[in-house]
């Protein structure tokens, strides 16, 4: 008999009381009875060896199910609320300002750095993370006047415009990018890896790959007075400026090598054209709400 079994032994009945007492005391021994005593009477199921291990991988497999489905279910309300908080700053973060009117509307950045679009632009920006990243994308015609602080970008489909602070007017469309300084001075790059410095009066036109520049350019946009200034400038140039601004659809017909002299109203369309004709001694003829023949 040994020593480490045998309280399994006299259980099982394999060893008598009288062996027992070698190992335990006398009232030890009546302890270990009463315990025997009331086990045997306990309504205990009987099962086999297999079925106890068939009942803990059981066990086993439901707690593995219930903690991957919890588990499951905060990784899914987490995505959720990243998503939620995701959408929510965009929405409140970027800003779009429309022109629809056939006037300039100005607005001001969260910087206090001035714009004004011109009929039919759109500029969009970054509200929330603005002071981090001055920049703005422009479609159209724009003038701005940029507070001093970080890096200032104007971006446009044809190219982009760097400043510190400035006044400067962007006019950027299908055909053309033009920039003009008004005060300070600008970088101007074309995304064809073409670039130039422009001080105040100077300017710079981009038709494609070709580059124009000009050092004193005295045609320009006078937003104080909200007109468009000319100075010998070709009439059908004239006649492309006021088609894009006022969303319009004026055809020339005659004197398209003319010379244009005079400024221009930004707000109103029939006194431009009035001053076209009166200038330039052609008739107006108005095919539709949009569509005039110059002759």
Known sequence: MRKDTYLSDWLE??????????????????LLKNIKNISAEANVPQITDSEMLQEILQTKKTKLIKYNFNKVIGIAASFAFFMVAFLVFNLTNYQSVLNNSNQAIAFYLPDQSKVILL????????????NSNR?????????????RGEKFTVKTKSGS???????FFVQSDQNQFNVTCLEGKVQV????NQQVILTKGAKVSFVGNKKLYFENNKNYTDFSKQ???????NLAEVINQINFHYNKNISLLNKKDVSFYGNLPMNDFNEALIIIQQTSGLSVLKKSNNQ????
């Not at 009288?18 to 009546?30: M, P």
């Not at 920049?135 to 507070?147: M, P, R």
């Not at 790059?189 to 064809?192: F, G, R, S, T, V």
């Not at 005039?292 to 002759?295: A, H, M, V």
Request: hydrophobic share 40%; net charge negative.
């Open 189 to 192: 790059k074309q995304y064809n």
């Open 292 to 295: 005039y023949l110059l002759n």
């Open 161 to 167: 415009v760097n400043v510190l602070g400035t006044k």
């Open 119 to 130: 009929s039919n632009a759109q500029a969009d920006f970054q509200k929330l993370l603005w």
């Open 135 to 147: 920049e703005i994308s422009l479609k159209g015609n724009a003038y701005f006047e940029v507070k």
């Open 227 to 233: 007109q468009f200034v000319f100075n010998n400038v």
């Open 13 to 30: 009945g394999k060893i008598s009381d009288q062996e027992l007492a070698q190992f335990e005391s006398k009232e030890d021994i009546i």
